[in-house]
Every structure is written in structure tokens, then in C-alpha cells.
């Protein structure tokens, strides 16, 4: 009660690493909004204890009064820390599209919730469309590199890619000489790296 | 309000403060310590800072210095000041005595923090610029939250630095993804 659950909220977003988002913790989430409505119900019965009274509601001070105002300060200060949770994490979503492509991993999905996972699909639709109106791929490296090619080890099983004009099989722990752009978004996943030599 | 949804804002507006109230309020839990769910006038109670500033202001209650900026802490932070364990203390200690500063009439929490913070921000910059490996050294467990933002922003300039100097891989695995890889099932 009194902020205490929403601090938590909060508390446990900002443990997680910087950019980094923690599992949606919706158990939380509904408990803070249960307490909202308790708030607001409590509020509700001391502004009518006060009528009942016959008092003037918007000038008198008394112990009611200051009891509505905590209920209601108490309000308000779960609604920031709820807005500012949801707030938070879509700006991580929103900064995902940009450093890991339009396909989420499996170990980012599960930490979203249904909602988030909606956002993420329609933010990254709207970024496509807008980047096939232009024409042009915005979410490659924007330094221009000194050799259009460059050398990579395979991390994970990827398999058989198709790229322009050959098949390529990616087994594990293999070489390859690749153009930047098709590697970049390999890289992005961590299914590959690059080996400077 | 440009810190609306900050987070560190939030977690330092929920620091504990005492206070004393001045008019009574009725209806409402907070007090552990009253049988009924009534707060009387002149009882003391331990306030998260956003409930006792909102209060101070329309004058239901007094605030009190909190503990951590008493006599005690200004004596060791006057002895020497790099080995005071702030974190303990209070995380968001200079963040918090700025917004507690006007509110209970202490004229000296100013100048406490200034001093403080010169003193500190040279030992914690010098470790972040000189520390070859990103391990966490013991000094590290006494910052607060600002001293740690500086530490860490100091220790990703001499890493960029040093890439720039040395060369590395341009493209890096997205930091989101975490530094430990998930083992493929």
C-alpha cells in the first residue's frame, strides 16, 4: 500500500543491466492497479463521510480531508511508477529494432508481454514500410567501411542461407568470406563473429 | 516536469523521511505503530519523501533531517571523505539532499554535498581512468548512483579510446542480447 508495491515495480526495472530489459512482470503490475481502485474507493467513502457531515468539501481541512489527500497522493504516485515502467521498457523495444533487426529472439521474446510483443511488430511493420518507400536499408552501419567484404567465424548452427546468388551452408565454428551487409545482421544476433586479423 | 519518468528520479523520491504531523488524518494505515487507522496530531511517522513533501506543502506535517545527513556523516565526511560508505547510507545521496535542502531548513547539507563530491570525484575518476580491467574493485561498493554513472561513463571513454587507438571488430553483438550466451538446447 501507499507506493510501496509500485516502488517495487520500478525498483525491479532498474536492476536490470542498462538496456536491459527484466521479464514483464504482470503478477505486479495487476496487484498495483487492485491497490489504485483501493485507494480510490477509501477516498470515495471519506469525501462522502465529509458530506454526510454537511461540510464544504472543496475548503474544509480536517482529519478526513487530510486522510482523502493521502489516498489521493498515494493515487497518483502508483499511476507515475506504472507509467513510467511502461514508459521505460517500449523505449527498449523501440531501440531493439535498430540493434537487432526486425525478428526477435526467442531469449528477448519471453521477457515481453503480449502487449509488448504487439508493439514491437507494428513499430517494426511502420519502420519497413517507410524504409521501402525510401528505398533505402536505414538500419546498416552508417560508417562507411574501409573493405566491402569482410572475414567471419559461425558461433551457432545457422544452417543453409540462401544470399544473392549461392547457397551458403553455415555449419558451426566455420569460415567465411562475406559481404558486410549480409553478415551485419548475423553479427547483430550474436550467431557470428568477425575475426580481425 | 522533465523527470516525470525517470526512473532513478522515482526511486529517490521513495527515500524515508520522519515526520511529525501537525493535523490529524483518519481513514488512512500508515502509522504501524496507531491501533486504529487514525493519525493523531504530534505523532511521528517514517514518510516516503514524495507523501512527506506533498504534506509539508499544504503544512500536515514537519520534516525532520534524516538520518543520513546528521552529525555523524559530517564528521566523517570532514575526516575523509573517500572511504565514507554513502551507498549505504543513502544511494541517491546527493540527488536527495538536493531536494531535502530547502525543505528542512538546514543551511549546511549545501555545502556538506560540495565538499563531498570535490573530494570523491577526483578518487573516483582517477580509478576509472587508470583501472586496467573492468573488475569491480572494493571502491566500487562505497559509491552512490551519480559517483557510479560517472565511474562507468569514464571506463566506456578509455575503452572507446582505446579501440579507436587500437583498432577492433566494428560490428559487436547487440548488447541487449546480454554478455553471457544462452547455451543451445
Given at each position: 500500500m501507499y507506493g510501496r508495491k509500485a516502488c517495487q515495480l520500478v525498483k525491479?526495472?532498474?536492476?536490470?543491466?542498462?538496456g536491459q530489459l527484466t521479464p514483464y512482470n504482470s503478477d505486479l503490475f495487476d496487484q498495483v492497479i487492485a491497490e489504485c481502485s483501493q485507494h480510490h474507493l477509501e477516498l470515495q467513502s471519506l469525501i462522502r463521510k465529509m458530506q454526510e457531515e454537511g461540510l464544504d468539501v472543496q475548503t474544509t481541512r480536517n482529519a478526513d480531508h487530510y486522510g482523502a489527500l493521502i489516498h489521493h497522493l498515494s493515487l497518483v504516485r502508483n499511476k507515475r511508477c506504472l507509467m513510467a515502467y511502461m514508459y521505460n521498457r517500449a523505449e527498449i523495444i523501440r531501440s531493439l529494432i535498430w540493434k537487432v533487426g526486425p525478428v526477435l529472439p526467442q531469449q528477448i521474446q519471453e521477457k515481453l508481454s503480449h502487449t509488448e510483443e504487439e508493439y514491437f511488430k507494428k513499430h517494426s511493420g511502420a519502420l519497413q514500410s517507410y524504409m521501402s518507400?525510401?528505398?533505402?536499408?536505414?538500419?546498416?552501419?552508417?560508417?562507411?567501411?574501409?573493405?566491402?567484404?569482410?572475414q567471419v567465424r559461425v558461433l551457432d548452427d545457422i544452417g543453409v542461407v540462401l544470399s544473392d546468388d549461392k547457397t551458403t551452408n553455415f555449419?558451426?565454428?566455420?569460415?567465411?568470406?562475406?559481404?558486410?551487409?549480409?553478415?551485419?545482421?548475423?553479427?547483430?544476433?550474436?550467431?557470428?563473429?568477425?575475426?580481425?586479423? | 516536469m522533465a523527470k516525470y519518468y525517470d526512473i532513478d528520479d522515482i526511486i529517490?523520491?521513495?527515500?524515508?523521511?520522519?515526520?511529525?504531523?501537525?493535523?490529524?488524518?483518519?481513514?488512512?494505515?500508515?502509522?504501524?505503530?496507531?491501533?486504529?487507522?487514525?493519525?493523531e496530531v504530534g505523532s511521528k511517522v517514517e514518510l516516503p519523501f514524495w507523501l512527506a513533501?506533498?504534506?509539508?506543502?499544504?503544512?500536515?506535517?514537519?520534516?525532520?533531517?534524516p538520518t543520513s545527513f546528521n552529525q555523524n556523516t559530517r564528521l566523517e565526511i570532514q575526516a575523509d571523505s573517500a572511504c565514507v560508505d554513502l551507498r549505504s547510507r543513502c544511494?541517491?545521496?546527493?540527488?536527495?539532499?538536493?531536494?531535502?535542502?530547502?525543505?528542512?531548513?538546514?543551511?549546511n547539507i549545501g555545502p556538506l554535498l560540495l565538499s563531498a563530491f570535490k573530494s570523491r570525484y577526483k578518487e573516483v575518476l582517477t580509478k576509472a581512468h587508470t583501472a586496467a580491467f573492468t573488475a569491480a574493485s572494493k571502491n566500487l561498493t562505497i559509491l552512490t548512483k551519480e559517483e557510479t554513472n560517472l565511474y562507468e561513463a569514464a571506463q566506456s571513454s578509455m575503452a572507446a579510446f582505446k579501440k579507436w587507438r587500437m583498432g577492433g571488430p566494428r560490428f559487436q553483438k547487440a548488447s541487449i542480447l546480454g554478455r553471457k550466451r544462452k547455451s543451445t538446447e
Open positions: 525491479e526495472l532498474a536492476s536490470g543491466e542498462k518507400r525510401l528505398d533505402l536499408d536505414l538500419t546498416v552501419d552508417m560508417v562507411p567501411p574501409k573493405d566491402p567484404y569482410i555449419a558451426r565454428h566455420s569460415m567465411h568470406f562475406l559481404k558486410r551487409t549480409d553478415a551485419e545482421q548475423f553479427i547483430s544476433r550474436g550467431l557470428m563473429e568477425e575475426l580481425t586479423s | 529517490t523520491d521513495e527515500e524515508i523521511v520522519a515526520v511529525i504531523f501537525q493535523k490529524a488524518a483518519s481513514g488512512v494505515g500508515i502509522d504501524p505503530s496507531s491501533e486504529t487507522d487514525c493519525v513533501h506533498e504534506l509539508q506543502q499544504r503544512q500536515a506535517v514537519s520534516m525532520n533531517i544511494p541517491f545521496f546527493y540527488e536527495f539532499g538536493c531536494k531535502i535542502a530547502p525543505l528542512v531548513g538546514a543551511r
